[in-house]
């Protein structure tokens, strides 16, 4: 299991993609996985002190973290080509 330093770094990490995801109408359910969805929310919980994190969830908030990446880098990359035409 990851120290605590990179579990609160992972779970910090999602939890502002999914912000940022959220703030620019990118987690709709077309946009995202179930498993990005839930490694989101367990990361925001853990974050809050409401639950613990299990080996499971950090593969869970791990998937989430790829996926959540590769949805902003799409989307704004997409934007920033369209800007510089």
Not at 28 to 41: I, Y
Not at 69 to 85: A, C, R, T
């Amino acid at each position: 299991m990851k120290d605590d330093a990179a579990i609160s770094n992972l779970t910090k990490l999602v939890s502002d993609l999914w912000k940022q995801a959220v703030d620019h109408d990118l987690a709709r359910s077309s946009e995202v996985s179930f498993d990005t969805f839930l490694g989101a929310q367990y990361s925001i919980a853990f974050r809050a002190g409401q639950c613990a994190i299990t080996e499971e969830g950090i593969e869970i908030v791990e998937i989430a973290l790829g996926e959540l990446q590769k949805l902003i880098n799409k989307n704004f990359v997409g934007q920033e080509d369209e800007e510089n035409e």
